[in-house]
């Protein structure tokens, strides 16, 4: 599956530079296409684009032709979904199963749920002293919003992030991955075509060096950017310069708590999606599953038990549920990880290989379950981003909070217990943006969506996620 063009698309047109870089399906190791990357002067041109866009057209329109457009947007959208789902599926390896019900339903719910945010968004009349004086707010956009994505669930981001700035007004420079870069070439073209004007959303590609580029430009108004802690740590220094604002939506180390009194069959099953969803390469990863030591033997039994249903295989059959890795680098770093864990004494009780036979050249792995690891073990500690999952046991409430806890990241966090005020005693105590009570990972369009600590700042997702890129400017007026 090809995308529309293999270039940057800037203004309302490919551009191409003189240098490549290959793009791989990591299912087959096959050589999918060769993509013109952006260098400095077209990185240029895709903000100054932007900004005309904004200042001239786009930021222009009346909030009635906007929705209309964003409307029209998210019908093409709903038309062009198979095409979509395969493009993402063939570049990153994510099933098109997984993909279409989590990724590319997620840009279209969240193209049309920001259209319909446009027409209300409210001001504040603010109280005054004077008898004379009235004070009111106005929500203005920021101008041009810079948009670097991960390579995980690459439509979803268009949904959640390009969709909530053009909502709100802004223009966008999309900087993807470079491992998923084909959904971001679509949605360009499918903007143009839906009526957004020339230059209000441009598609710069290439490698982090690109994106440094981008969020460097001192005409970027905003910078939304989803990756690594590692990267982002790198952003937010380079935003400091101008003094840009952020959205950091980083990585995560999620602990999933499972007590005695839980359904346990529902919570293994979830607890084993949670897991080993996009093969683990989930920011939400449920990577850190506590149980209680009563339920332990139990509860292990259950999860390998619901993790053999999962099919590994090829990403393109409806029934699979684990792809390949993204790249043979990821593979061998998450190898290279199982193997320190067990030299460290832990116990693989499932998986810890490769699948045989069928799959030999895509970058496969088999779902694995860890048990006994000590509390300082990387894999407790660090993102793999694998799918591999530690199980490990708790004796009470405070030492299951006390561990769920100690973690640099704070994205999410899940408790399964039919004891409702211990559910939301725990929900208090424990340190992430977003918590499950006897479910995992679920993200509804609505929802705020964002990390605590070092799993970023700023939210995604309904109000919530358009109010990122509005900014209010107070209006005093003296009547005297
Ligand atoms: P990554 O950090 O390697 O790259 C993400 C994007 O940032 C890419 O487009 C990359 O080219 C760009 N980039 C990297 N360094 C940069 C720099 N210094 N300046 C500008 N751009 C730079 O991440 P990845 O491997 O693509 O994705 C996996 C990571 O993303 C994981 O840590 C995962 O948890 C995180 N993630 C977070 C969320 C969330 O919403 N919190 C969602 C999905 C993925």
Redesign the pocket.
């Known amino acids: 599956m090809l995308p529309p063009h293999t270039a940057s698309f800037v203004n309302g047109k490919p551009i191409e530079s003189d240098t490549c870089f290959t793009c791989e399906n990591p299912a087959t190791q096959e050589t999918i296409c060769e993509l013109s990357s952006a260098n400095g002067s077209i990185v240029d041109l895709a903000v100054k684009s932007a900004g005309i866009a904004y200042e001239e057209t786009w930021g222009k329109y009346s909030i009635g032709k906007r929705q209309k457009v964003l409307e029209n947007l998210a019908a093409m959208i709903r038309e062009n979904k198979d095409e979509l789902i395969k493009l993402e599926s063939t570049e990153n390896g994510v099933p098109i199963t997984i993909v279409e019900k989590f990724s590319v339903a997620a840009l279209e719910k969240n193209i049309s749920h920001f259209a319909s945010w446009i027409d209300k968004i409210t001001s504040d009349v603010i109280p005054v002293t004077s008898a004379t004086g009235f004070d009111f707010t106005l929500k203005e956009p920021f101008g041009v919003a810079a948009i670097?994505?991960?390579?995980?669930?690459p439509s979803l981001f268009l949904g959640s992030k390009a969709g909530a700035a053009l909502a709100a007004g802004n223009s966008v420079v999309i900087?993807?991955?470079?491992?998923a870069s084909f959904p971001a070439l679509k949605f360009a073209q499918l903007a143009k075509e839906a009526g957004l004007p020339d230059g209000t959303v441009n598609v710069i590609l290439g490698?982090?060096k690109v994106?440094?580029d981008l969020?460097s430009n001192k005409s970027v108004d905003i910078i939304s950017?989803?990756?690594?802690?590692?990267?982002g740590k790198?952003?937010a220094n380079?935003a400091n310069k101008y003094l840009t604002p952020t959205i950091l939506?980083?990585?995560?180390k999620s602990p999933n708590l499972i007590f005695p009194d839980a359904n346990l069959d529902s919570a293994a099953f979830q607890s084993a999606i949670g897991a080993f969803a996009l093969t683990g390469q989930a920011?939400v990863a449920g990577s850190r599953i506590y149980v209680h030591e009563e339920i332990y033997d139990q509860l292990v039994d259950k999860l390998i038990a619901m993790t053999k249903l999962l099919k590994v295989g090829d990403p393109a059959e409806k029934q699979t549920v684990l792809g390949p890795l993204i790249t043979q680098s990821h593979l061998n770093k998450v190898t290279s990880t199982v193997y320190d864990a067990v030299q460290k004494g832990g116990n693989i009780v499932l998986g810890g290989d490769r699948p045989t036979s069928e799959l030999p050249l895509g970058y496969f792995f088999n779902p694995t379950i860890i048990t006994g690891l000590k509390e300082s073990d990387r894999i407790l500690k660090d993102?793999i981003?694998g799918p591999i999952v530690a199980v490990q046991k708790f004796r009470d409430e405070d030492e299951a909070v006390r561990l769920a806890n100690d973690t640099k990241y704070g994205?999410g966090a899940a408790v399964w217990t039919k004891d409702i005020s211990r559910a939301l005693r725990i929900s208090r105590q424990l340190r992430a943006g977003m918590i499950w009570i006897n479910a995992y990972g679920v993200v509804p369009h609505t929802a705020p969506?964002g990390?605590f600590k070092q799993?970023?700042h700023g939210k995604e997702g309904g109000k919530y996620g358009i109010e990122m890129y509005l900014q209010s400017k107070n209006i005093y007026v003296d009547a005297n």
Request: charged share 10%; proline share 5%.
């Open positions: 670097i994505t991960a390579y995980n669930t900087k993807p991955s470079p491992l490698d982090h994106g440094s969020i950017f989803t990756g690594s802690a590692f990267a790198q952003v380079a939506e980083l990585g995560g920011c993102e981003f994205l969506f990390g799993s970023g």
